[in-house]
């Protein structure tokens, strides 16, 4: 096979980086040159030819291959209305989504606070939850954690929804085809090289809350976005590059196979990851164990996939092994193609200080003082950032601003 030409790391305008790393060659794969060497030079070109191809690179190599979109039998199961949460502030919604396959049933339970005093439909995040439910993700509120800050979305005027990762596949070596997978796998047959993992399984999960979203009068689907700490983050960023209804991407400390570049070769590696979690990636991805510069796409095309939509990559200070640099340097190389559709990428090539967060390009950025976690603060300048590009959340167009 013929993979694109590598991009020209030296280019005048990433000299501008002042950090060291930035003059390695990564020999990273064009985002904007095809398979057969031809250059990029319309969004037409993009959406019809050169995402594609990325697309079915990830999909061959990395995520695997989903073997179902929105199942034929999928049912919304209002289990609880509560138009009094929250002291009053919120409605909150219990919903499970039943689905049924060849292998079985599943059932993903989602929990949505919608604020109560501010116009609707509103605008929304959901979280991809890895952490555990009772102590993250609690409906009730008795158990509360900056993890999933319920009460500061609602009070920003954003719908909070979250749903937990094991629903969709539970995260375990040995039983993670439990879930969707299982249900939609043919028993008869071994699962083919690119069949998806874990990872792939959580963001299907997510992009069932959007079929659900486009049901609900009280939220906006126009305006959503799907967000993942850490394992998460590597699911919320293969959904959002498969599932281009949301408006919104989120990484946190994603780190390697997230959004961290493999081929810089630093922090956690694609061997450690693939011998710690043989779940989570296809079958193929194995074969890239130690050899990164060998893959035909590197992570700075995954965060390119979101064009011209919004993304915004969070990194933790003291998070070496997610490889904070290296997931900077993912934003300024996904850079060219929000170019090409004429708006500003990443608004500086520089990586900012500690706890200067970069929100004025369609890829934010920021490196938080601190460990890998996801807190307040990250949350506050994802909401700072919605409210900046949907105009305040109120009755804005979920493009990006241009200003």
Request: proline share 7%; aromatic share 10%.
């Amino acid at each position: 096979m013929n993979f694109p030409k590598t991009m020209a790391v030296a280019a005048s305008w990433i000299l501008t980086l002042s950090c060291a790393f930035a003059a390695d060659d990564l020999s990273l794969p064009d985002p904007l040159t095809t398979i057969d060497g031809s250059a990029v030079r319309t969004p037409q070109q993009w959406r019809e030819t050169r995402r594609p191809e990325i697309l079915e690179l990830f999909r061959t190599h990395i995520y695997g291959r989903a073997s179902v979109g929105r199942p034929a039998e999928l049912r919304f199961e209002a289990v609880e209305t509560d138009p009094r949460a929250m002291e009053g502030l919120a409605t909150r919604k219990q919903v499970d989504f039943r689905f049924a396959g060849p292998g079985g049933e599943g059932v993903i339970h989602l929990v949505l606070f919608v604020p109560n005093n501010t116009r609707k439909p509103a605008p929304g995040f959901l979280l991809i939850c890895n952490r555990p439910r009772e102590e993250n993700i609690d409906p009730t509120r008795v158990k509360r954690s900056e993890f999933w800050p319920a009460e500061e979305i609602v009070a920003r005027g954003y719908a909070a929804a979250a749903f937990h990762n094991s629903d969709a596949a539970p995260d375990n070596r040995d039983r993670y085809r439990q879930g969707v997978i299982g249900i939609f796998q043919d028993a008869d047959k071994a699962p083919p090289p690119d069949a998806w993992g874990a990872i792939a399984a959580w963001g299907w999960g997510a992009s069932r809350a959007m079929d659900y979203f486009e049901t609900d009068a009280d939220v906006d689907e126009s305006r959503i976005a799907v967000i993942g700490h850490s394992r998460g983050g590597k699911a919320a960023l293969w959904c959002g590059a498969e599932d281009e209804r949301f408006a919104l991407v989120i990484s946190n400390n994603s780190g390697c196979t997230g959004a961290a570049l493999a081929k810089r070769k630093q922090g956690e590696r694609v061997r450690r990851i693939n011998d710690v979690n043989p779940h989570w990636f296809c079958t193929n991805y194995k074969k890239y164990n130690d050899r990164e510069e060998d893959l035909p796409v590197d992570q700075h095309q995954l965060i390119a996939l979101m064009a011209p939509r919004l993304v915004y990559v969070a990194s933790a200070e003291e998070d070496p092994g997610a490889d904070p640099e290296g997931e900077f340097l993912s934003c300024v190389f996904a850079d060219p193609v929000y170019r090409l559709f004429g708006r500003t990428g990443l608004d500086e090539k520089e990586m900012p200080e500690p706890n200067r967060p970069l929100h004025r390009g369609s890829i934010g950025y920021h490196l938080r003082s601190g460990r890998h976690n996801l807190t307040l603060y990250d949350w506050t300048q994802f909401m700072d950032f919605a409210d900046w590009h949907w105009r305040e959340g109120n009755s804005a167009s979920p493009h990006p601003r241009e200003d």
